[in-house]
T-cell receptor, first 116, second 113 residues
Framework: GENVEQHPSTLSVQEGDSAVIKCTYS??????FPWYKQELGKRPQLIID?????GEKKDQRIAVTLNKTAKHFSLHITETQPEDSAVYFCAARSPPYGGATNKLIFGTGTLLAVQP | SQTIHQWPATLVQPVGSPLSLECTVEGTSNPNLYWYRQAAGRGLQLLFY??????ISSEVPQNLSASRPQDRQFILSSKKLLLSDSGFYLC????????????FGSGTRLTVV
């Protein structure tokens, strides 16, 4: 099945700097890659996603890039602010096999700390 | 609009006691439903998913079970809790056949003592 690896596990940046989180996936048939932000004690919330037919997507200060050949995708946050501090999860949507439904397989998370 | 409800928010249970966590979705029909567990400082592990009433798929062998007695109701259960069952349990729903993310419930923080 799909396996998603995420790096780094923790990331500390100064306010205003950029932050980059990287993920790799194993199933070349995966076709959808969302990113979630989870604040302490709260539910994960979708912040941006990308489909396999797109190489890059941007939404204000956040962007995601996808390299299908290398099977990796990255989250880029520019001009970081203290409220960006949270745990970020990447995920890959593995297609249904053997009648099963598609599933989101998550990375292990990155704790981002933005220092004021 | 669609909403997902999950309860209770927190739970402290002794080892060996039973467990029942409930999740309901409103505003949609025949959703795909998922249970994830997040251990302290760890990632999101998929436990169960369901594509319809009575249809449950288990992702990992464990001390837990799931049931879907109604279209928009998903229940996570255990007959006897273990210490290792402690964690943050999240229910999520997705639209069948649509390439998109899941929406998560607010979660249940379970502490087994």
């Amino acid at each position: 099945g799909e396996n998603v690896e995420q790096h780094p596990s923790t990331l500390s940046v100064q306010e205003g700097d950029s932050a980059v989180i990287k993920c790799t996936y194993s199933d070349s048939a995966s076709n959808y890659f969302p990113w979630y932000k989870q604040e302490l004690g709260k539910r994960p919330q979708l912040i941006i996603d990308i489909r396999s037919n797109v190489g890059e997507k941007k939404d204000q200060r956040i962007a995601v890039t996808l390299n299908k050949t290398a099977k990796h995708f990255s989250l880029h946050i520019t001009e970081t602010q203290p409220e960006d501090s949270a745990v970020y999860f990447c995920a890959a949507r593995s297609p249904p096999y053997g009648g099963a439904t598609n599933k989101l397989i998550f990375g292990t998370g990155t704790l981002l700390a933005v220092q004021p | 609009s669609q909403t997902i409800h999950q309860w209770p928010a927190t739970l402290v249970q002794p080892v060996g006691s039973p467990l029942s966590l409930e999740c309901t979705v409103e505003g949609t029909s025949n959703p795909n439903l998922y249970w994830y567990r997040q251990a302290a400082g760890r990632g999101l592990q998929l436990l169960f998913y369901s594509v319809g009433i009575g249809q449950i798929s288990s992702e990992v062998p464990q001390n837990l079970s799931a049931s879907r007695p109604q279209d928009r109701q998903f229940i996570l259960s255990s007959k006897k809790l273990l210490l290792s069952d402690s964690g943050f349990y999240l229910c999520a729903w997705g639209v069948p056949g649509v390439v998109g993310g899941y929406t998560f419930g607010s979660g249940t923080r379970l502490t087994v003592v």
